[in-house]
């Protein structure tokens, strides 16, 4: 048997695993844009109509962490300052981001940041997840979550393995054996069985 013979079964291995994690990873990306879309939502329709403010990130009182609020404001007006300095057509999506943003500027003007419910677009995963953690209040937090089905708790851990499968899946890496960082919490259930 020669070298092409013992290669040739790996080989063609290699591909099916490639194959099937690739088509593993466009299901788990398409679960993901549902689901952070819906924490999107949750998380600006919970605290603009509870405070009657679509502009409440702006208020430190609304966080835990002070210091994470001002990273979140230098954050959205570095990407609102970003998108709206660029050409209409640079990067994915900028269109749409920056004809709204440029509608609420235009139309609005002051505050000089966006409501919530664009500001929000601007955030990546992470630092969606990290405005979350931040909330003062474990009411917003519960409610948040209570949005989606879950409690805060189930929320938190879920978005932190969250960002990490939707990086791997982003970035083309192999889905199917990576490593979490530690498991994302499970509901509790009571299961009831036919006597």
Known sequence: MDLDELLDPLIDRGLMIDDRDRALRLLVLDALERIEVAVRA??????STTYDDP???????????HGRQAQLLRIVRETCDARLSGMPDSGEDSLVHRSALEHYRITYGTPE????????ETLTVGQLASTFRNLRLRADRTAI????????RLLESWLQTYVRVRNVCAHHGRLWNVGLDGLPGYPDFEF????
């Open 42 to 47: 949750a998380l600006t329709d919970h605290v």
């Open 55 to 65: 502009h409440w990130y702006l208020d430190a009182s609304h966080f835990r962490d």
């Open 113 to 120: 940041l966006p409501p919530s419910w664009l500001m929000v």
């Open 145 to 152: 979550a209570g949005r989606i089905g879950l409690t805060a």
């Open 192 to 195: 009831t069985f036919l006597a």
